[in-house]
């Protein structure tokens, strides 16, 4: 079974940097979309942003600011995330669509993890 584990939130100033980590256990996986999603206190779960086979986009609030990356040897997906505002203040999750051998391709949820952004 494939499980996602989350790591990298925390609390920065504003103007701060984070990076997320979010690694996925097993072998011989083949990750095919990154999703990264977050939700503040009293709002919906929104799309941070997404890195398909075929493009990559982002919420419009955090474009030039973060970037998804990944490292294919340790089934490891990022999120850098830059000059953090008080407004990324969230629980940030990921998300990663993963094909393997003997379960296919499903969707997977890592467990969040709580960024704050404050002086």
């Known amino acids: 079974q494939v499980q996602l584990a989350e790591s990298g939130g925390g609390l920065v100033q504003p103007g701060g940097s984070l990076r997320l980590s979010c690694a996925a256990s097993g072998s011989a996986l083949i990750i095919n979309i990154i999703s990264w999603y977050r939700q503040a206190p009293g709002k919906q779960r929104e799309l941070v942003g997404r890195?398909?086979?075929?493009?990559?986009n982002y919420a419009d609030s955090v474009k030039g600011r973060f970037t998804i990356s990944r490292d294919n040897a340790k089934n490891t997906a990022y999120l850098q995330m830059n000059s953090l505002k008080v407004e990324d203040t969230a629980v940030y999750y990921c998300?990663?669509?993963?094909?393997?051998?003997?379960?296919?391709?499903?969707?997977?949820w890592g467990q969040g993890t709580q960024v704050t952004v404050s002086s």
């Open positions: 998300n990663l669509n993963i094909y393997e051998r003997t379960l296919g391709s499903k969707d997977y």
């Open positions: 890195v398909t086979p075929y493009n990559t």
